[in-house]
C-alpha cells in the first residue's frame, strides 16, 4: 500500500485518474447519443424522455454535479500531466520524430473539447427549454424545439461538426490508451483493442454530426 | 571494394552543462560505408584535433551494442534509422552519398547534456539504486535446476532483461518518460521467483524515484518501442502499471 495522496501525486496514479475519468465521461457521451437518437421519434417522444429526466431531480442534479466533478478532475489532472511533460523536455529537437499526431494533439483535441462543451452547455443546458427559442411553426415544443431551430443555421452546424471532430481526435487515441494504463495488453487483442477505440470514437463523430446535419436538411419531424 | 561517400554533418555542440550550445556544420569526405557510425566521427574528431579544434565529444565504450553507452539522434531518431541498433552497430553504408546528417544529443531535463552529445544518466542510476536489484545473500551458484523456472516466464524475463539502459527511450518520448526503461527493469525481477520477496515495494519505490527524478508520464504513444535497440516492448509498461496498482491499492 501506498498512501492514497502519494499514490494519485504518482505518474501512473495521475494517468488512472485521467483514464477513469474519461472513461465515464465516453460512456456519458454514448448514452448521451443515444438520447439524440430520439429527436427522429419526434417532438412528443423526445420531450416525454426529457420531462423523465427532468422528474427525477434533485436526482438529476446529483447526476449532474458529479459529472461535472469528473470532468473537472479529468481536466485539472491531464492539465497536470501536460505540465509536468512539457517540464521534462525544455529545449526540444531540431528534427522531430515522428510521434502519433493524435497522440500530440491531445492537449489540443482537449481543450477545443473543453470551448465545445462550454459553448454547448451555455446553448442547450442554460438557455430556457421554452419559449421563442422553442418555437417551431407556431408551437412551443420544448427542449426538441430548441435543438430543432439551433441547428437550421448553417454555422452553428459547421461549428458543432468541428467540436465533435475533436471528441473524435480525442477519443481514437484515449480508449485504447486506458487499456495501456491499466496494464491490459496482449498481442493477440491488441488490434482489436485499438479498432474498437477508433471505430468508437468515428461511430460517436459521425452520429452525432449526422444528427445535427439531418436536423438541417429538414429529416426531423416537426410535429 | 570499400566504397566512399561524403557527408555534411549538423553537429550539436556545447561546451558545458550551463553553456547554451549551438549547431555547426563539417563536412566529412571519403567516409568509408563499412565504418560504423562512431568511427566515422572518429575520424572528423582526428581532423579536428589536428586543426587544433575541440573534438566532437560522445560517449562510448564497448562499440559492439551491448553496454548501453552510445547514443545521440541522428535525424531525430535516436540511434538513427536502424531498427533494434545500438548508435555503435550502425554503418555508413545506411547513408546516401551528399547527405546532410543532424546530430543532436538525447534530449530530457532529467537526463542533462554534460557536453556536445554527451548526456548525465544519473537519473538512471538513482532508479536502480532504488529497487533494481535483490538483495538476497545468494552464496555460491545453486544446482541449475534447483529453481524451476517456466519456458514462457525465462524468455519474458530475458527479453526485459536485455534493456542496456541507453535512454533512447527516453530521448524518443515526446514527453521524455522513462517508462519503458524502468518497466524493463522492474519486470526482468517480477518475472522470475528470485523476484518476487522484494517485487512490490520494487515497484513503488522505483516508479516514486522516475517521478522524482522529473521524467515525463507516458501518453501510450509508444515511440519509445519503435526507438529502443533492444526491441524492448511496451507490455512491460502495461505490466508495471498493473503490478503498481496491486502493490500501491491492492495490498
Ligand atoms: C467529453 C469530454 C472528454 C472525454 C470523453 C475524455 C476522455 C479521455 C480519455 C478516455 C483519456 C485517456 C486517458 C489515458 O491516457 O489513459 C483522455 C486523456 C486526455 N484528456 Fe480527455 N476527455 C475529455 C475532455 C477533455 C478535456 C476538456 C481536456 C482538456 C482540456 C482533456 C484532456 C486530455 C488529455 C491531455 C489527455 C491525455 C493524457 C495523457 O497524456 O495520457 N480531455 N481523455
Ligand atoms: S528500454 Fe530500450 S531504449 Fe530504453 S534504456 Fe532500455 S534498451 Fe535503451
Ligand atoms: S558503445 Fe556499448 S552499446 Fe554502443
Same mark, same amino acid.
Given at each position: ?223 | ?20 550550445? !549551438? ?26 584535433? !589536428? ?22 539522434? &541522428? ?7 536502424? !531498427? ?85 527511450? &527516453? ?14 527493469? &522492474? ?65
Amino acid at each position: 500500500m501506498l498512501p492514497i495522496k502519494q499514490y494519485f501525486a504518482s505518474s501512473i496514479g495521475k494517468k488512472q485518474i485521467a483514464a477513469v475519468t474519461g472513461l465515464m465521461l465516453s460512456a456519458f457521451v454514448v448514452i448521451h447519443l443515444l438520447e439524440n437518437i430520439l429527436l427522429f421519434k419526434g417532438p412528443e417522444v423526445f420531450n416525454a424522455w426529457v420531462d423523465t429526466l427532468q422528474s427525477t431531480k434533485p436526482f438529476l442534479y446529483i447526476i449532474e454535479i458529479g459529472l461535472l466533478g469528473v470532468f473537472v478532475l479529468h481536466l485539472f489532472t491531464t492539465f497536470k500531466i501536460v505540465v509536468e511533460n512539457k517540464r521534462a523536455r525544455k529545449k526540444g529537437y531540431k528534427e522531430e520524430g515522428a510521434t502519433k499526431i493524435l497522440v500530440k494533439i491531445m492537449p489540443i483535441s482537449g481543450t477545443a473539447l473543453l470551448l465545445f462543451l462550454i459553448a454547448h452547455l451555455i446553448d442547450f443546458r442554460f438557455t430556457n427549454h421554452h419559449g421563442p427559442a422553442s418555437i417551431v411553426m407556431g408551437n412551443d415544443l420544448g427542449l426538441y424545439g430548441l435543438v430543432y431551430n439551433y441547428f437550421q443555421n448553417i454555422f452553428r452546424v459547421v461549428g458543432y461538426c468541428f467540436g465533435l471532430a475533436a471528441l473524435g481526435c480525442h477519443l481514437s487515441h484515449a480508449i485504447q490508451s486506458v487499456f495501456q494504463t491499466f496494464g491490459i495488453y496482449s498481442e493477440k487483442y491488441n488490434h482489436v483493442i485499438k479498432k474498437t477505440s477508433v471505430g468508437l470514437a468515428t461511430g460517436l463523430m459521425i452520429g452525432f454530426s449526422t444528427i445535427a446535419i439531418l436536423i438541417y436538411l429538414g429529416y426531423a419531424p416537426t410535429a | 571494394m570499400s566504397d566512399k561517400i561524403n557527408l555534411t554533418l549538423n553537429v550539436w555542440r556545447q561546451k558545458s552543462p550551463k553553456s547554451a550550445g !549551438k549547431f555547426e556544420e563539417y563536412e566529412v569526405k571519403d567516409v568509408d560505408v563499412n565504418s560504423s557510425f562512431l568511427e566515422m566521427i572518429d575520424v572528423l574528431n582526428e581532423d579536428l584535433t !589536428k586543426k587544433g579544434q575541440d573534438p566532437i565529444e560522445f560517449d562510448h565504450d564497448c562499440r559492439e551494442g551491448i553496454c548501453g553507452t552510445c547514443g545521440a539522434m &541522428v535525424n531525430g531518431r535516436p540511434h538513427g534509422p536502424l !531498427k533494434n541498433t545500438t548508435l555503435c552497430q550502425l554503418h555508413m553504408r545506411e547513408f546516401k552519398n551528399n547527405e546532410t546528417i543532424t546530430l543532436e544529443p538525447f534530449r530530457s531535463t532529467s537526463l542533462p547534456i554534460v557536453k556536445d552529445l554527451v548526456v548525465d544518466r544519473s537519473a538512471f542510476d538513482n532508479i536502480i539504486k532504488s529497487g533494481g536489484f535483490i538483495s538476497a545473500k545468494t552464496g555460491s551458484g545453486q544446482d541449475a535446476n534447483s529453481i524451476l523456472i517456466p519456458k514462457p516466464d525465462a524468455d519474458d524475463a530475458f527479453n526485459s532483461a536485455q534493456c542496456i539502459g541507453c535512454s533512447a527511450c &527516453v530521448a524518443a518520448c515526446p514527453n521524455a518518460s522513462a517508462m519503458l526503461f524502468v518497466a524493463a527493469k &522492474v519486470n526482468h525481477l517480477a518475472k522470475l521467483p528470485q523476484g518476487q520477496a522484494e517485487r512490490k515495494s520494487r515497484v513503488k519505490n522505483m516508479v516514486l524515484a522516475m517521478d522524482k527524478s522529473g521524467f515525463g508520464n507516458c501518453s501510450n504513444a509508444y515511440e519509445c518501442e519503435a526507438a529502443c535497440p533492444k526491441g524492448i516492448s511496451v507490455a512491460n509498461i502495461a505490466a508495471m502499471n498493473k503490478d503498481f496498482m496491486k502493490a500501491g491499492i491492492f495490498s
